[in-house]
Every structure is written in C-alpha cells, then in structure tokens.
C-alpha cells in the first residue's frame, strides 16, 4: 500500500535538481526562496507533517518512545495529540477549514481503516464497501474525503466519500491508485503506478470520469502527489537516481519547483495551503522531523 512515506529505491531518473533553501522552477521563472522552520512533537522520536489548513492549523504523526504512532494538531506552539481510541497507531492526514481530521489508525488485527474526526463527533471508522484495507488520506471544506482501499486480491484503488457514498476510481491503465488530496473545487491528486519499478502523480478534474494528469518531471519513474490547494498547486516529492536523495515539489501549470531543508538530502512536501504554505518532513542523521516553509512572495 502506498500509505506514509515509501523507501522507494529509483533507477535511470534523468532530472539534475539544485540543492539549497531555493525552490527552482521552468527557466523563465526565478527562484523563490523558502523561510523553513523546523519542529517536534515533545518527547517524540520522529514527527511528520502532513498537512495545513487556512488558519495554519498543522496536522501530522509522531513516533513516541515505545515505536508506538500518534496523530497531532500544532496550534502555533501548542501540540494535542490524538489517537484512534483502542488503536495502535494513529496517522492524520488532512484537515479542512472547520478542523475535521481524516486519517488511517490500526487495529488490534493489524487492519489498517480510514477515519474522521472533529470535536464534537469524535471519530467515525471509514471503511470502503467489502475492501480489507482503507485510508482516508485528504478532505475539502465540503467534507468531501478522499483515499484509498485495497480489495481481496490486494489491488488499490483510489475512492471518494461524498455525501455517504463511497466511490471507487482508477487512473487509467494503472495496477495502484491512491487519492491523497481534494481542494474545494473537488480537484483530486494522489499517486498511481503501472508496475512495481514506477510511480507518477496525477490530478483528476471534473470528478469521477473527468480528465487525469499525470505529474511527472520528466524521465522520473518515482513522483508523488500528496496535496492540492484552491490555486490548483501541488506538493509531493521525487527521488534522485542512484542517490538516495529525496527532493519535495511544488508545481502549477507545467512547472515544477524543487527544493530540499537546508543541509539534508531527503525531504518530503506533503501539505499545502491557500498561501502557499508548504509542511511536510526531512530526515538528518536518521531522525525525521516536521517543518513548516513560507514563500517570501505570495
């Protein structure tokens, strides 16, 4: 399943890419420089941010002592943690404007389910319709939610959840697809893959039967989509061939922009908001950590 963030190994990407705090475009735009900041969960051995909302309301993962994984809210400095009652671990993956958090959380069995929450509901289970695996990975201020399920022949496609009605969705000629994302005018992205040696982003317009495009640098055979804002930019990340370097991405319109946290090589972009606010995570000396990177020009 494509669920977290895969060590996928890449051969034969024919991409050069600058390192540095500068994200770097087509050639006829100039670089845009990133402010990152850097966080933590307390206490917490590994932490990932997954995605923002308008008000800057982070959401994200964290790996506590015991290797156990627990979602979280960042408020400012303020964390909360939140876990799925009676799981064993927890991951958040999307927050709408009026804080709804959909995730996935692991049971007792090691069955991976999909969930939703907000304050006053509490959690809902999403499990998609006779799947033995769901994660619900994106939602839209229309509560709309996106994810993936896998069948009883461990195939994955991609689904949404509108209105209580799921709806199953592949890219087409693809073995794997997953929906990480939906903005509010229900444009979906994610990840789909033709072979176990590849795998490209997309977008998917129009809805259900609308018009996919594929998301790829060019020569990549690795490339993820995570997160769509209102703008129609996306954020994910690409892997360097034979490198072992991870790069995250914006792109709009064509363009890609890659950037890395300064002084390490592997750095996923996995949130984005309406003000171009990008979160995600970066590895350095094998501990990962959470990073919040605001464009100098909006």
């Known amino acids: 399943?494509?669920?977290?963030?895969?060590?996928?190994?890449?051969?034969?990407?024919?991409?050069?890419?600058?390192?540095?705090?500068?994200?770097?475009?087509?050639?006829?735009?100039?670089?845009?420089?990133?402010?990152?900041?850097?966080?933590?969960?307390?206490?917490?051995?590994?932490?990932?941010?997954?995605?923002?909302?308008?008000?800057?309301v982070i959401v994200g993962q964290y790996t506590d002592a015991s290797m156990n994984i627990?979602?979280?809210?960042?408020?400012?400095?303020?964390?909360?943690?939140?876990?799925?009652?009676?799981?064993?671990?927890?991951?958040?993956?999307?927050?709408?404007?009026?804080?709804?958090?959909?995730?996935?959380?692991?049971?007792?069995?090691?069955?991976?389910?999909?969930?939703?929450?907000?304050?006053?509901?509490?959690?809902?289970?999403?499990?998609?319709?006779?799947?033995?695996?769901?994660?619900?990975?994106?939602?839209?201020?229309?509560?709309?939610?996106?994810?993936?399920?896998v069948d009883s022949s461990q195939e994955e496609h991609g689904f949404t959840l509108v209105n209580g009605v799921y709806t199953s969705f592949d890219y087409p000629g693809s073995t794997l697809t997953a929906a990480y994302g939906i903005n509010n005018a229900g444009e979906i992205c994610g990840v789909y893959s033709t072979n176990p040696s590849d795998a490209y982003g997309f977008t998917l317009t129009g809805g259900i039967g609308g018009t996919y495009t594929q998301i790829d640098p060019g020569g990549s055979t690795f490339t993820f989509g995570y997160k769509i804002n209102d703008h129609a930019q996306l954020v994910g990340f690409l892997v360097i061939p034979d490198s072992n370097k991870y790069w995250g991405y914006a792109y709009a319109s064509g363009h890609f922009a890659t950037f890395v946290y300064p002084g390490t090589s592997m750095t996923y972009a996995i949130g984005i908001n309406n003000a171009k606010k990008i979160v995600g995570s970066y590895t350095e000396t094998g501990v990962t950590h959470g990073f919040l990177a605001v464009p100098s020009a909006q």
Do not use: C
Not at 8 to 26: F, K
Not at 78 to 90: A, D, K, R
């Open 1 to 56: 399943m494509l669920r977290g963030i895969l060590p996928v190994v890449l051969a034969g990407l024919a991409v050069v890419i600058a390192s540095g705090v500068a994200m770097r475009a087509h050639a006829a735009r100039q670089p845009v420089t990133l402010t990152f900041t850097s966080f933590d969960y307390p206490g917490a051995t590994s932490t990932s941010a997954q995605a923002i909302n308008t008000a800057g």
């Open 70 to 149: 627990h979602g979280f809210a960042k408020i400012g400095s303020t964390f909360t943690s939140l876990s799925f009652t009676g799981s064993t671990n927890t991951e958040i993956w999307g927050i709408n404007d009026s804080n709804e958090v959909v995730g996935i959380y692991e049971d007792t069995s090691s069955v991976y389910h999909g969930f939703s929450y907000t304050v006053s509901g509490g959690f809902v289970t999403l499990d998609f319709p006779g799947g033995i695996y769901t994660t619900a990975l994106g939602i839209n201020n229309a509560g709309e939610i996106v994810g993936a399920w």
